[in-house]
């Protein structure tokens, strides 16, 4: 190891030494009666991690309520509908052949909807009758799922010895059947004669089986039967309302509108769910975006205690820095000093807040049923809220952006103390010490 010769200029350090990182770690650590802050970094430090792991948590559950409630909307409303002439041209089993044949289609389901009375166990109420081929029945997963293997197998196939529907179980709830029961449904328009339409047709089904989707509302109001059955009983026989789609990537919907529209040809008419559903999708937005700009504003306040402690640690500190300044120390590092300072609050809180965070996402199931269980009250009541529990979708984009607000509000509440740090004169400061 060579020497330093006497009298030869001194290389000073560079940017963040390990000096200037020492003394600002020193002086995070130092006690008050040291001159130091650490009460107030503590306090600092555990708003900062409380606001991140708020926000973290309320934007996985915005996320995992939009995409649970949305996929079960969706497999009742299906991600895209052809309607328009194709409907009833001569060729439209060759129109859905060309449909399901376009990339990225998963499901083609000719459909028939329409509202009728239930009267059962005497009472009475209204649903929405949707007619489907029993083939398509898969393509409705969380309906098809929740249904037993003889509910699935003899939908269309009159089982119970007459023509059979499907139930939602909150419905069934309501009116107090069980499979196997029948159920009386009146249609507002009958058959076509002669002498005109016969009006209203009344008509007993037996319950083939009951679904339970997770969705109260939905469960309450559909009512499936098969497509020929449906097109009889409303008077609409061979008669098509729409055909439904379902696409591998609901949230590209836009890619598959041309190609669709394409393969059903001239004469039809192609919408996506966005526009069904179009409030609905647009209240999500806006609910996601105000609160995102809420909770990253109690980020900043949190970030803004910084402040506050590096202004007192510099005020403790005007001895030390006039020191650090008459020894050859810069402004800059003087600066860099406080702002390290400062920062290293804010990094330790948005680390710890990341991890609190996603630690109650993770486990927010648990934690839910551990809350029920001690108040026994239902803390997510699926006929308020449509869901069955509550969801949580961690986004690692949600994520990495709340750690960025975090860090940089952290370093913009540690730059003003710690510029004026730099700015303090030596002799001034040990004049007035």
């Not at 059962?120 to 799922?145: E, H, W």
């Not at 650090?324 to 804010?346: K, Y």
């Amino acid at each position: 190891m060579t020497a330093t010769p006497v009298g030869a200029p001194v290389k000073p350090a560079g940017p963040f030494s390990a000096w200037e990182v020492g003394l600002a770690l020193r002086y995070l650590r130092a006690k008050r009666k040291e001159g130091g802050v650490a009460t107030i970094a503590i306090i600092s430090f555990v708003g900062i991690m409380l606001a991140v792991a708020v926000l973290i948590s309320v934007m996985s559950i915005m996320a995992g309520f939009r995409s649970e409630l949305l996929g079960r909307m969706l497999s009742f409303n299906g991600h895209m509908y052809v309607q328009g002439q194709v409907l009833q041209a001569p060729d439209r089993d060759a129109v859905l052949e060309r449909i399901a044949a376009v990339p990225g289609v998963q499901s083609v389901s000719p459909l028939t909807e329409n509202q009728a009375l239930v009267r059962a166990a005497g009472q009475t109420t209204g649903a929405f009758v949707r007619g489907l081929r029993p083939q398509d029945l898969g393509s409705m997963q969380y309906v098809s799922s929740s249904l037993s293997d003889q509910a699935r197998a003899s939908f269309g196939r009159g089982a119970y010895g007459g023509e059979n529907v499907l139930i939602g179980q909150a419905l069934a709830d309501a009116l107090g059947l069980r499979v196997g029961d029948p159920i009386t449904l009146y249609s507002p328009t009958g058959a076509d004669s002669a002498f005109g339409n016969l009006g209203g047709l009344e008509k007993t089904y037996v319950i083939g089986g009951t679904y339970s989707s997770g969705t109260a509302d939905y469960d309450r109001a559909f009512i499936f039967m098969p497509l020929e059955q449906a097109q009889l009983f409303f008077g609409k026989e061979g008669v098509w309302d729409v055909i439904e789609l379902k696409v591998a990537d609901p949230d590209r919907v836009a890619d598959y509108l041309e190609p669709v529209a394409t393969a059903a040809g001239p004469g039809a008419f192609v919408q996506d769910w966005r526009d069904r559903l179009a409030a609905f999708w647009g209240a999500l937005k806006v609910e996601r975006v105000a609160m995102s700009i809420i909770l990253g504003l109690v980020v900043a306040i949190a970030a803004m205690n910084i402040i506050s402690g590096i202004v007192m640690l510099v005020k403790n500190k005007g001895r030390d820095i006039a020191i650090l300044r008459t020894i050859g120390a810069s402004p800059s590092s003087i600066l860099r000093v406080f702002f390290m300072a400062g920062a290293t609050i804010g990094v330790a809180g948005t680390l710890a807040g990341l991890t609190l965070g996603l630690l109650f996402c993770l486990n927010i199931g648990a934690i839910q049923h551990f809350l029920e269980a001690i108040t026994g009250v239902q803390l997510f009541n699926a006929d308020v809220y449509m869901l069955d529990a509550i969801p949580a979708l961690v986004d690692p984009v949600d994520v990495f952006w709340v750690a960025v607000w975090s860090l940089l509000m952290s370093c913009v509440a540690s730059l003003p103390p710690s510029w004026n740090a730099s700015r303090i004169d030596p002799v001034e400061a040990l004049r007035f010490e």
